[in-house]
């Protein structure tokens, strides 16, 4: 189990639909440790869907991100509707570095774009559950990627978009 890359004192692993047993195991164990599924959640599925583990130094899984393929809106009449992988992510709050969520999102989006079948999704997106990640500074970083707020939606949700195979325009500094 080779990392894709270093941050940190921490190894990213790549996880994208390899059978990886001894990641998933590790991964559910980080869900469990932090009690974060949702009741009913079927960890074992959940598993198959890690994009990337971050592991520390003892090999433990510290932070996670998984993708599964839906339409956005629901709706199946919607004129907007696209075909996309829904991006999660965790990390465990004592290892919440600056940047790590930067890595792994830009990370996840590089391996699914890679990784997508010829007619697969054609967007990355994320549902923010978290409220941090609604504001102004948090919009602007991922406008600098190449997110865009695509829907707001109840009790104050973003729909954040980035399409597959096009370039971000990063501002120069």
Same mark, same amino acid.
């Given at each position: 189990?080779?990392?894709?890359?270093?941050?940190?004192?921490?190894?990213?692993?790549?996880?994208?639909?390899?059978?990886?047993?001894? &990641? #998933?195991? *590790?991964?559910?164990?980080?869900?469990?440790?932090?009690?974060?599924?949702?009741?009913?959640? $079927?960890?074992?599925? %959940?598993?198959?869907?890690?994009?990337?583990?971050?592991?520390?130094?003892?090999?433990?899984?510290?932070?996670?991100?998984?993708?599964?393929?839906?339409?956005?809106?629901?709706?199946?009449?919607?004129?907007?509707?696209?075909?996309?992988?829904?991006?999660?992510?965790? &990390? #465990?709050? *004592?290892?919440?570095?600056?940047?790590?969520?930067?890595?792994?999102?830009?990370?996840?989006? $590089?391996?699914?774009? %890679?990784?997508?079948?010829?007619?697969?999704?054609?967007?990355?997106?994320?549902?923010?559950?978290?409220?941090?990640?609604?504001?102004?500074?948090?919009?602007?970083?991922?406008?600098?990627?190449?997110?865009?707020?695509?829907?707001?939606?109840?009790?104050?949700?973003?729909?954040?978009?980035?399409?597959?195979?096009?370039?971000?325009?990063?501002?120069?500094?």
């Amino acid at each position: 189990m080779k990392p894709v890359l270093k941050f940190q004192d921490y190894d990213i692993v790549a996880k994208w639909n390899a059978p990886m047993p001894e &990641i #998933e195991a *590790k991964v559910i164990d980080l869900w469990t440790r932090n009690n974060v599924l949702p009741n009913g959640a $079927d960890a074992p599925a %959940r598993a198959r869907q890690v994009v990337l583990a971050v592991l520390d130094a003892s090999g433990k899984a510290v932070a996670v991100n998984t993708a599964y393929e839906g339409h956005f809106p629901l709706a199946p009449a919607a004129r907007d509707r696209v075909t996309c992988y829904f991006y999660r992510m965790f &990390i #465990e709050p *004592k290892h919440r570095r600056p940047h790590l969520m930067r890595v792994m999102t830009n990370t996840a989006f $590089d391996i699914l774009e %890679r990784n997508r079948p010829k007619d697969g999704p054609q967007s990355f997106i994320i549902i923010t559950e978290n409220p941090g990640l609604t504001g102004p500074g948090m919009i602007r970083l991922f406008e600098r990627f190449g997110y865009k707020v695509w829907k707001r939606m109840p009790g104050g949700k973003l729909a954040i978009r980035r399409d597959f195979g096009v370039a971000p325009r990063i501002p120069a500094a």
